[in-house]
């Protein structure tokens, strides 16, 4: 199963944009080069186009590392995630005759360092901003929570183990349930459904972000969940000053590999909807 998870995440990186893109100019440069396309003396127009592709490839790259480009994925990826949901909203379900009875929230990842004050596995970026929001809906409305996330990278601990580590040392909270064993989105949905279905929980609130919520919240439909989403960490700038958006940045790399692996993931999940998968 690691080594099908290793494949997976690095035919992701190769594919999306931008490192899709530096990975095709290299290919081609490579190729053309050891072809003999790129003699200097070639002055063909199939040539020409040839010696073009991979600077062409290149630009493309910086473009898609670009604010701009970044911040448009991420608002196509966003555009299904729903509004933001506040403590006062979840209590408000959550006192409804057919209102949630569980906050489910996924995790994001874990960043391992032999350094860190409270032992070498610490939650990402993505991981606390998640616990962060659900904690808050939790203490608010009183819902119990469901941590769910498996150990994908072969750590010690779960991401479920670890968020409630945190949960429990920073927020002064205890989880309802641990979903120790998923490995990406599907999981998290299938597994969960096994802990809270069969108990009658059916509603929940959906906790992850705001660019995952759309594949996320389909995955836990599709399981038997209705689904209240509350979505956390937007990413797609709507609003923010754009005097710098025009330059390629490593934050504008990642939100574009981020935006592309969610609305691939989401088209994926639609043709398998066709085929009954």
């Known amino acids: 199963m690691e080594h099908f998870l290793l494949f997976k995440r690095l035919v992701s990186l190769a594919l999306m944009p931008p490192v899709g893109f530096y990975l095709a100019a290299l290919v081609l440069w490579l190729y053309f080069a050891l072809m003999g396309r790129l003699r200097s003396g070639a002055r063909s127009r199939r040539a020409v186009w040839r010696q073009a592709l991979p600077p062409l490839l290149l630009c493309l790259g910086l473009l898609s590392s670009t604010g701009l480009v970044s911040g448009q994925l991420a608002r196509w990826a966003e555009s299904d995630a729903g509004t933001p949901m506040t403590g006062l909203q979840a ?24 350094r860190e004050p409270y032992g070498p596995l610490s939650l990402s970026w ?8 659900a904690a808050d809906l939790s203490r608010v409305s009183g819902l119990p929570l469901l941590l769910s996330g498996g150990r994908p990278e072969g750590f010690a601990k779960s991401e479920a183990e ?58 836990f439909e599709q399981s038997g969940f209705t689904v209240d989403a509350a979505p956390a960490g937007f990413l797609a700038g709507v609003g ?38």
């Open 91 to 114: 209590k408000a379900l959550a006192g409804a005759a057919d209102g949630p009875r569980a906050i489910v929230v996924l995790a994001g990842g874990l960043v391992y360092d032999e």
């Open 126 to 133: 993505r991981s606390a901003q998640r616990l962060s929001h």
């Open 162 to 219: 670890v968020m409630d580590e945190v949960l429990r040392r920073d927020f002064r909270l205890s989880a309802g349930w641990l979903e120790k064993d998923s490995h990406d989105t599907r999981d998290n949905a299938t597994m969960s459904a096994s802990i809270l279905l069969p108990s009658g929980t059916r509603r929940i609130i959906l906790v992850t972000q705001a660019i995952h919520m759309a594949r996320a919240r389909r995955a």
């Open 240 to 277: 923010a000053p754009g005097r710098w958006r025009a330059l390629p940045t490593p934050d504008g790399a990642l939100r574009t590999w981020y935006a592309s692996h969610e609305l691939l993931g989401l088209a994926w999940y639609r043709v398998a909807g066709l085929f009954g998968q």
